[in-house]
C-alpha cells in the first residue's frame, strides 16, 4: 500500500529509507492558513496568504527606526503567482515564554514581565490622528471587534465611530446594558502603536530575561487602552498567570482603564 507523504513536506518513509539526508528544516507552527518552518539554527520561514493583515515587515521597519525593543528582521520576503507569502526572519535566540514559564522563578518571572512593560512604554509614544495600520490600512483584531481574524476594520476617526464598529457584534446584548459600556468606554484618544497579542508564545526569554517580543503583523494604531485591555484575555492558564503579571507593571495610566 502506498504511504501518504507528509503533508507539509510531501516526504515518506519509504523515500527516507532510501537516503542518509536528515533534514535540518521543519515545520514548528500552524494555524488556518499559516505555517512556520526552522530553517537551520539562524532563520526561519513564515509561510501564509498574502491577504491582509500582512503588515508585519512594514511594523518591523517602524519599529526598528522608533525603539529599542527587541524584534526579529526580515532577510528576504516574496509573493508567488498564486498569492502565498513567503518571509526569511533571523531566528530569535531563547524560548517562548510559554515553555519556560511552568519551571521559572518568581523573580524571573517579575524581571520578564517588568522588563516587558519597560518596552511597551515606547510604544506610548508612538500616536497617530486616526485609529489604523500603517499606511492607513483597516485594524484587524477578532477579540475587540469579533467575531472573526482576517476582516479589516476602520480606519476611525473618533470615539463614534469607534463605538458603531465594535457595537455591531453587540447586537445580541440588552439596548439598555449597550447604553451602559458606551457611556463607559473610554476615550481612545490618543491612538497609540499597540501589539495587542502579547501572548505568552509572542514573548522570547532566555535565562530569566526578557529577549524578544515577536509577531507584529497586525500590530497598529489602536485605542489608548487596548494594549491594556486585550491583557484580560487568557488563553489557557499560563497565559493568564503572564497576563495577570504583566498588568501589574504596565503604566498607572493604563491601568486605569
Known amino acids: 500500500m502506498a504511504e501518504t507523504?507528509?503533508?507539509a513536506c510531501t516526504w515518506t518513509p519509504e523515500r527516507q529509507s532510501h537516503c542518509s539526508y536528515n533534514s535540518h528544516v521543519s515545520i514548528f507552527y500552524s494555524a488556518s492558513n499559516r505555517g512556520a518552518w526552522s530553517l537551520g539554527s539562524k532563520f526561519i520561514l513564515k509561510e501564509r496568504s498574502s491577504a491582509p493583515p500582512n503588515f508585519e515587515r512594514a511594523?518591523?521597519?517602524?519599529?526598528s527606526s522608533k525603539t529599542t525593543i527587541p524584534i526579529l528582521q526580515t532577510?528576504?520576503?516574496?509573493?508567488?503567482?498564486?498569492?502565498?507569502?513567503?518571509?526569511?526572519?533571523?531566528?530569535?535566540?531563547?524560548q517562548p515564554l510559554s515553555e519556560a514559564w511552568?519551571?521559572?522563578s518568581q523573580t524571573d518571572k517579575e524581571r520578564v514581565a517588568s522588563q516587558t512593560a519597560e518596552y511597551l512604554k515606547q510604544l506610548r509614544e508612538l500616536h497617530s490622528d486616526r485609529m489604523e495600520s500603517l499606511g492607513g490600512q483597516p485594524l484587524y483584531d477578532a477579540f475587540l471587534f469579533p467575531p472573526k481574524y482576517g476582516v479589516g476594520h476602520g480606519p476611525f476617526s473618533s470615539d463614534d465611530e469607534l463605538w458603531a464598529e465594535m457595537s455591531k457584534s453587540l447586537t445580541h446584548v440588552q439596548e439598555?446594558?449597550?447604553?451602559?459600556?458606551?457611556?463607559?468606554?473610554?476615550?481612545?484618544?490618543?491612538y497609540?502603536?499597540?501589539h495587542g497579542d502579547l501572548t505568552d508564545v509572542n514573548i522570547m526569554v532566555e535565562d530569566g530575561h526578557l529577549v524578544g517580543i515577536i509577531d507584529w503583523e497586525a500590530a497598529g494604531y489602536f485605542p489608548a487602552w487596548w494594549e491594556f485591555a486585550a491583557l484580560s484575555i487568557g488563553?489557557?492558564?499560563v497565559d493568564v498567570e503572564w497576563k495577570q503579571t504583566l498588568r501589574r507593571y504596565m503604566p498607572s495610566a493604563d491601568r486605569e482603564f
Open 5 to 7: 507523504p507528509c503533508s
Open 59 to 63: 511594523n518591523l521597519q517602524f519599529l
Open 75 to 94: 532577510v528576504q520576503e516574496w509573493t508567488e503567482d498564486d498569492g502565498t507569502y513567503f518571509q526569511i526572519m533571523n531566528r530569535m535566540k531563547g
Open 102 to 104: 511552568p519551571t521559572m
Open 176 to 190: 439598555e446594558v449597550r447604553v451602559k459600556l458606551r457611556e463607559r468606554l473610554p476615550t481612545a484618544a490618543p
Open 192 to 194: 497609540t502603536f499597540t
Open 235 to 237: 488563553l489557557g492558564r
